[in-house]
């Protein structure tokens, strides 16, 4: 039976995308993933992601991965449809996949109003859909990597002109970053996520 992980990486980043990744397999051939160490992403340091990457996209039947640019998340959330954006682009990722059984990791309170929105956008198909997904089911752990290492590489070529740290409001570098860039009005940024609360302190300090 071909199972399905889905997991997402920077969600709560200041910059850059939101990441959606599946992977499929053989339910099977699930213990191949557990014996070369995946677990979630986030117990894992980049140089073993990295690693585990390559040899993931080895062992799993197939994968696709989605990237949500910043203009696009901050449509969603003036609109508050974070949570819904997530969820269709979830489902995209499953229907390219199309497995059996797609386990999710929901971003939503309640993980079984998310579980039936993405399977009402997949015409019905079996959605597993729980919080902590990626530390309860190694598939999703699988996928959880997959998405880190894919938004890690797109944070990576903006730091190739921008010292901008993690990208999460947590790291100070990041905010110093940030508050550089929009306190100049000779360019705008794209990849600034605008609607981002810490983002918007920022602007309105600006605006003082």
């Known amino acids: 039976m071909i199972i399905c992980g889905v997991d997402d990486a920077g969600r709560g980043s200041m910059i850059g995308p939101l990441v959606i990744s599946g992977v499929t397999i053989d339910k099977k051939n699930v213990k191949k993933l557990r014996s070369i160490g995946v677990q979630d992403s986030k117990k894992l340091s980049p140089k073993t992601r990295e690693i585990l990457y390559k040899k993931i996209i080895e062992i799993v039947d197939d994968y696709?991965?989605?990237?949500?640019?910043?203009?696009?998340?901050?449509?969603?959330?003036?609109?508050?449809?974070?949570?819904?954006?997530?969820?269709?682009?979830?489902?995209?990722?499953?229907?390219?996949?199309?497995?059996?059984?797609?386990?999710?990791?929901?971003?939503?309170?309640?993980?079984?109003?998310?579980?039936?929105?993405?399977?009402?956008?997949?015409?019905?198909?079996?959605?597993?859909?729980?919080?902590?997904?990626?530390?309860?089911?190694?598939?999703?752990?699988?996928?959880s990597i997959i998405a880190k290492v894919s938004r890690d590489k797109s944070i990576h070529r903006l730091k190739k002109n921008f010292d901008l740290g993690s990208g999460y409001p947590s790291d100070k570098n990041t905010v110093k970053c940030v508050k550089k860039l929009l306190s100049s009005k000779k360019q705008s940024y794209s990849f600034i996520r605008m609607s981002w609360k810490p983002v918007q302190k920022i602007i309105n300090k600006n605006l003082r």
């Open 64 to 143: 696709h991965v989605v990237r949500i640019s910043p203009k696009i998340i901050d449509q969603s959330v003036f609109k508050h449809k974070l949570n819904h954006l997530e969820a269709k682009n979830m489902a995209k990722v499953i229907k390219k996949l199309n497995p059996k059984v797609a386990y999710v990791d929901s971003c939503d309170v309640d993980y079984k109003r998310f579980g039936k929105e993405i399977s009402s956008l997949t015409c019905n198909s079996k959605i597993i859909s729980r919080h902590h997904a990626d530390s309860r089911f190694i598939v999703v752990a699988a996928a």
